[in-house]
């Protein structure tokens, strides 16, 4: 589908027929004028909506074809009316109340962002019927909120279709516009390269014709950037993109179109829409999305599969061509970090409206994602979930702390699993919401995760847990060792990721708490610091005594590296592709987890937050071992620990050798029950 310009006053309105039921409240007449002097400054009253007639108000936004004010009328309709209009996804923007929209009855204050995204959508000579939130919902009536949050599914499902404002074209000028960047992409060896790769697959003579001026601009191409969009949606090449150029027989080279077009792609990813909370279910509801930026429009379908095309060109068939492509540095830094921060938010949306979504797949891409009210990091779920079993009715009178404890109680719940113990807040010391130690703090992101499906520590056992009051979760479990001695990574953080230097002198400190004698010591010390996991041809598998022979020459490389005054760029130029993979998790391990020695010598990886006196156990359901740290037994009375019970706190998950595959479950163990506080 071609990218659409509509002019303004050529639009085409969601009104409502003549054989509909009539809107409580409609007008279809302009307003009159003057309009604010009409009104004389009052501030429009909100009427009561009856939940036991599922109602919600529509607003239909007035025709203009000058910049008078905007005006609209608001209507109370039943969600059991068959009515035509459409639905508003868009952010607040700056939260201050700056403009307004001018109603029969009164003014009510917007933000400016939807006072902007509404005068684009305006008609020039018809009504448009619309919903949003901010006009359509009483936002300073807690219940009316409340109440409409859990209807809001069925507003955006039975709505027409959802426009979604991204804002204006002069809004899409990328950070990665620098001039002294422009000619990064145009670096003779890449061109070089570029060239030879469509030298040899016979491509040369196939470019395509340009399409667009090949003047040099840093003004957005919002229309160059959905063609691109469009291209790839339909499997053309990198090379097959209008935005290069024959420059000589055998040569080419950039028409500065491209980098205009690329640069408004990485602006448009940008826009703080496509990582604000309440967009999951505002795109994936509708039965129609469209993307706007001020007169321009496209469907959000084309977004849909950019980054999984991106991965399968880049990787495979576009390889040579990808830094080509990206461009100057700050847009490749623009277009990465979009797909880092919104990848999983497009994947999620393709997937979900191909079906149901589980609420543990709903937590890891809610938890990246950002929201002015913590508690809707959990409602904005509410709509799209494969099962609603168990979940608190939306409602904004209910603390933080509640809403996150008993979606963490679903996750157990849906799962049939412990895993989701993986995704709790432990013992981190930023504890905004007060959290017991076992529940999920759906606004932040977990860290490091070990690749729990490779292992089965309890060996099959069955899954057992209670939530007994609500600050205790009782898992049945049990006592493996304990942490005694600990030898603790400081200073390193993941904006140190690549020094080799730090990187080695971590696991030299960590081997020094060693008497390694033996090839199998050794084995077994490599295996831990990589948690037992190595990663070939795109799949996590477990390490195998052939794989370790890489491992130790990773580590002869990088110690003569170190001794030379190198860094990983020794690793740049290896033909073998698993020495760079095992610099990557060795930077992994020595900044998220710290080595530890059990009481009887045991080797293991756990979170940073670990400390000397924590227990490790096996939870039954648990397919990797777990650490509790013990409370004192006035605090764990505080919680409701029974008088004759230990109260515990969650640490994290760890890897523990030789504990991995059900060791330490015999017919003859002794389960206990174990309250995490």
């Known amino acids: 589908m071609s990218v659409t310009s509509e002019p303004k006053g050529s639009q085409e309105t969601a009104a409502v027929s003549e054989d509909q ?16 002097a009409a009104q004389g400054g009052k501030y429009y009253v909100y009427e009561k909506l009856s939940l036991d007639r599922r109602e919600f108000r529509l607003c239909t936004l007035q025709p203009a074809a000058d910049r008078r004010p905007l005006s609209c009328s608001l209507s109370v309709v039943s969600l059991e009316s068959k009515l035509e209009y459409e639905t508003l996804s868009y952010v607040w923007g700056d939260p201050s109340l700056n403009s307004e929209i001018i109603t029969t009855s009164g003014v009510i204050k917007i933000t400016n962002n939807l006072h902007t995204a509404l005068w684009y959508l305006r008609s020039s000579d018809v009504p448009r019927v619309i919903w949003t939130d901010a006009i359509c919902i009483n936002q300073f009536d807690l219940h009316e909120r409340s109440s409409q949050v859990r209807v809001m599914d069925d507003i955006y499902r039975h709505g027409k279709g959802v426009q979604i404002w991204l804002g204006e074209t002069k809004d899409m000028i990328s950070n990665a516009q620098h001039p002294e960047e422009l000619d990064y992409w145009i670096h003779e060896d890449r061109v070089k390269s570029f060239t030879r790769t469509l030298q040899s697959e016979q491509l040369l003579s196939t470019l395509p014709p340009l399409v667009s001026p090949e003047h040099a601009t840093l003004e957005p191409n919002i229309p160059g950037a959905i063609r691109i969009l469009e291209l790839l949606n339909t499997g053309h090449h990198f090379y097959q993109m209008p935005f290069f150029r024959v420059i000589g027989p055998e040569a080419i080279g950039p028409c500065p179109v491209w980098s205009a077009s690329m640069r408004s792609l990485a602006a448009i990813l940008s826009r703080p829409w496509w990582t604000r909370v309440w967009t999951m279910q505002e795109a994936m509801l509708s039965a129609q999305a469209t993307v706007r930026i001020s007169e321009y429009q496209a469907p959000l379908s084309l977004f849909s599969s950019l980054f999984e095309s991106i991965k399968t060109h880049e990787n495979g068939c576009c390889g040579p061509a990808r830094d080509l492509w990206y461009g100057d540095r700050g847009t490749s830094k623009s277009l990465l970090r979009a797909r880092s921060e919104i990848g999983a938010f497009l994947a999620f949306n393709k997937d979900g409206l191909n079906g149901g979504i589980t609420i543990l797949r709903a937590f890891w891409v809610s938890c990246r994602r950002k929201a002015s009210d913590p508690r809707d990091h959990v409602y904005a779920l509410h709509g799209i979930l494969y099962s609603k079993d168990g979940l608190i009715e939306p409602s904004y009178e209910l603390s933080t702390d509640k809403v996150f404890t008993n979606a963490t109680r679903v996750l157990f719940q849906e799962g049939r699993s412990i895993d989701a113990l993986m995704y709790a807040i432990g013992v981190e010391p930023n504890n905004a919401y007060e959290l017991p130690s076992w529940v999920c703090d759906w606004t932040r992101q977990p860290g490091p995760i070990i690749s729990s499906l490779l292992y089965k520590a309890s060996n099959g056992e069955r899954f057992m847990t209670e939530q007994t009051t609500d600050r205790i979760l009782a898992v049945e479990a049990c006592k493996v060792d304990l942490v005694s001695t600990i030898k603790n990574p400081t200073g390193l953080s993941f904006s140190q990721m690549g020094e080799l230097k730090e990187d080695v002198s971590f696991l030299e400190k960590w081997w020094s708490l060693l008497d390694i004698k033996d090839s199998k010591t050794r084995c077994a010390f490599w295996t831990t610091v990589l948690l037992g996991m190595v ?22 490389l990088a110690t003569s590296a170190v001794k030379q005054g190198k860094g990983y760029a020794t690793f740049h130029n290896s033909p073998d592709r698993d020495l760079m993979w095992i610099g990557g998790r060795v930077g992994i391990s020595v900044r998220a987890y710290k080595f530890w020695l059990t009481s009887q010598g045991f080797m293991g990886m756990g979170p940073q937050t670990l400390e000397r006196g924590d227990e490790v156990f096996v939870a039954k359901g648990s397919r990797v071992p777990l650490i509790f740290r013990p409370i004192e037994d006035t605090l764990a009375r505080s919680f409701g620990v029974p008088a004759d019970e230990r109260g515990y706190l969650f640490v994290g998950q760890c890897y523990l050798h030789g504990f991995m595959d059900g060791e330490a479950v015999k017919p003859d163990t002794k389960w206990q029950t174990v309250h995490l506080c």
Do not use: C, D, K
């Open 21 to 36: 039921p009539r809107l409580r409240g409609l007008s279809h007449q302009p307003l009159p004028e003057p309009y604010y």
């Open 535 to 556: 990663v070939l041809e795109g799949e996590v598998r477990r390490i195998q005594p052939n794989h370790l022979i890489t491992i130790e020459a990773w580590w002869e």
